[in-house]
């Protein structure tokens, strides 16, 4: 879209952070990135010709982003404002930090506008409280939002450059799905591949792998069809691809059965640009996508709810199976269904088309007038307000008064207060150092050193356990495999009690409301792990707590409790109203060392004998309070061990 709008002429800058979630999202940038930037910022020039200006985290994982690399983002934003001076802000997300984002454009008069592309962001409307124009690629998706948030949303479609995607010739031949996961039928295509192969075994079915894994699914859809079997002879699986036009190439039609409430689907654009044919569940804004261009099919409705594992009666597939046939074997039909393909793309995904429609909606804003008007910043440098004398004996004061538990208390103290604040500060970790080494002293026990997840040992049962689980975190929005790799610890505790009777709690739900301190944004999925764990462990009961009550809900096998970490009367009150000793306790909630002790505490009551206790998100300068901690546990007889996962530490503890 930006690319779009440089080519007509516009101005655009990016700025951001040089944060992606994935290493596949660096493969542009990674050349430009010095492995030990001696810089805060760095220029990048993308090969499109687009200019960014990134903030060099430490991390590439949004999560792991320092409040130091936040600030410098928002103060190259306020400076690239008065220097710039845009007509438009474009901005996405619902972080506390986003937020700030459009406040600041709009008290200089500048328009903001933000793009959905996805059905995440039920729940608060406060992340666009000062948006001035919400953009989506689909008429369906702009009547979801109003339905369910009562929001304006204008659509302007899909910007798929066709150069990037269309192949220079195609072979026609393969059925293609892309990116397999449950919520985007992963278990109907397998089912689907499955009957095929015994009717028409000559039909190649393509899958290509992005964020979603194909052997789980396949394995989970045998299972339930009673089959012994990991793999299917009509089925080739490829890695994801950077360009995907050799694969386009190869594909006769295009799968895209979504069962989740899917807004568009870049995948339908890309094939209908292609000219092939597309095969849709009637769901969601993928209709308004491929128009004729393809085949529609309805499915029962119980099969669009999560957790997306439920596949047809076979016989309801056979209709369908027979159409993909004659798609097949009557060429004459399938040249007139490829036609049609082409022609909705230059219809309806026609770039060109959609950047002047974009054109027009940004020109109709920037005319109209302002109602929020708070300051005249717009196209004039940002007054400036005289701030008072930064004085460090200020800040001094403050850490000594702060911490009186750490501060040196000499009667005749001499050494000034600059001294007695540095010590200070270096009292509080030395502290804990030497508390580590008294308990080691003191039980015998030496002090917890870190373990890799590879001295888990997962044997082959745990891997596929753990290749689920991850998939099963991706499907609800977790991130816990996608950015901390839990799914390994998880399978080698959880693998065994997946055939048995038992409970689970874990604290911590993931709010969305930006309100609360410690929250996942405005896009965040609350629920996400615990519905996971559910999944994976189809006797147990699972329990969650959060502090947010506005989160709260009541599933299947599945309760929610309010819970504040930092107050133990209400862990006590949690351990009521669960009422039974608990099989597995995981803390993924604040995140602070007092509230994880807490937690300790509570765990040794409310677990049963030989239960497991697992706390997420330990921070390496936090590892001391672990060991102190460790040694006094270890001394009582539990055990205890510290692995060190992809994006921090965690604590696994057997009662």
């Not at 992963?186 to 028409?200: D, I």
């Not at 701030?387 to 702060?402: D, G, K, N, Y």
């Not at 930006?514 to 462990?537: C, E, I, Q, W, Y």
């Not at 409790?561 to 133990?568: A, E, K, L, R, W």
């Amino acid at each position: 879209m930006l690319l779009q709008l440089k080519r007509r002429g516009w101005d655009v800058r990016i700025l951001g952070c040089t944060v992606f979630d994935s290493e596949r999202g660096m493969t542009l940038l990674k050349p430009h990135l010095d492995p030990k930037p001696t810089t805060r910022f760095v220029k990048v020039k993308d090969p499109d010709g687009l200019d960014h200006t990134l903030v060099v985290t430490q991390s590439i994982h949004a999560k792991e982003t320092t409040n130091d690399e936040l600030n410098q983002l928002f103060s190259l934003y306020l400076t690239t404002l008065d220097e710039f001076q845009p007509d438009f802000v474009f901005f996405y997300g619902g972080n506390a930090f986003d937020l700030l984002i459009a406040d600041e454009a709009r008290c200089r008069n500048i328009k903001t506008v933000a793009y959905l592309a996805n059905s995440n962001y039920l729940g608060s409307t406060r992340w666009c409280r000062d948006v001035d124009l919400i953009l989506t690629n689909t008429k369906a998706t702009a009547r979801f939002y109003k339905e369910k948030m009562q929001l304006e949303v204008t659509p302007v479609g899909i910007f798929v450059e066709p150069g990037k995607v269309v192949a220079d010739h195609h072979e026609r031949k393969h059925i293609l799905f892309i990116n397999p996961s449950f919520e985007k039928g992963g278990a109907f295509v397998a089912q689907l591949a499955w009957l095929m192969s015994k009717r028409r075994p000559d039909i190649t079915f393509e899958v290509v792998e992005s964020r979603g894994l194909w052997q789980p699914i396949l394995h989970a859809v045998m299972k339930t069809l009673g089959e012994d079997r990991h793999e299917l002879p009509n089925v080739i699986v490829t890695p994801n691809q950077a360009d995907m036009r050799v694969v386009y190439a190869r594909a006769r039609l295009v799968l895209m059965p979504s069962l989740c409430w899917e807004t568009a689907g870049r995948v339908l654009a890309e094939a209908m640009l292609n000219g092939i044919p597309a095969i849709i569940t009637d769901h969601g804004g993928m209709p308004e996508m491929i128009e004729d261009g393809g085949i529609k099919f309805k499915l029962d409705p119980d099969l669009h709810e999560p957790p997306y594992t439920k596949i047809p009666k076979a016989s309801l597939l056979g209709p369908l199976i027979d159409r993909i046939i004659a798609l097949y074997d009557n060429e004459p039909l399938y040249r007139a269904f490829c036609e049609r393909a082409w022609r909705v793309a230059q219809r309806i995904h026609n770039i060109d088309r959609n950047t002047d429609r974009l054109i027009e909606v940004l020109e109709k804003l920037k005319r109209k007038p302002d109602k929020h008007k708070t300051r005249k910043f717009h196209k004039q440098p940002q007054a400036r307000v005289k701030q008072a004398p930064f004085t460090h004996e200020r800040v001094w004061q403050e850490i000594c008064a702060r911490f009186p538990m750490f501060a040196p208390n000499s009667a005749d103290w001499t050494g000034g207060l600059q001294a007695r604040a540095e010590l200070t500060a270096q009292a509080a970790p030395a502290t804990f150092s030497a508390l580590e080494a008294l308990a080691a002293k003191l039980t015998g026990v030496p002090s917890l050193q870190p373990q890799p997840l590879s001295a888990l040992r997962l044997d082959e049962g745990q891997r596929e356990f753990a290749a689920v689980m991850a998939e099963r975190f991706h499907h609800y929005g977790s991130d816990k495999a996608r950015v901390h790799g839990y799914e390994q610890l998880y399978a080698w505790l959880l693998a065994k009690m997946r055939d048995h009777e038992g409970s689970l709690l874990e604290i911590g739900l993931g709010t969305n409301n930006v309100d609360t301190p410690s929250n996942m944004g405005a896009a965040g999925k609350p629920g996400a792990s615990v519905r996971a764990f559910r999944d994976v462990l189809p006797y147990f009961q699972i329990y969650g707590a959060d502090v947010d009550r506005r989160i709260l809900f009541e599933e299947e096998r599945l309760r929610t409790f309010y819970v504040d970490q930092t107050n133990g009367k209400t862990l006590r009150d949690l351990q009521r109203q669960i009422g039974t000793p608990l099989d597995v306790i995981i803390d993924d909630g604040l995140h602070a060392p007092h509230s994880q002790l807490n937690t300790l505490l509570f765990a040794l009551e409310a677990l049963r004998p030989g239960g497991y206790l697992v706390v997420e998100d330990i921070m390496p300068p936090q590892l001391p309070i672990w060991r102190v901690a460790g040694s006094l546990l270890q001394g009582l007889g539990h055990d205890v061990t510290i692995y060190q996962c992809r994006a921090a530490l965690a604590l696994l503890l057997r009662k």
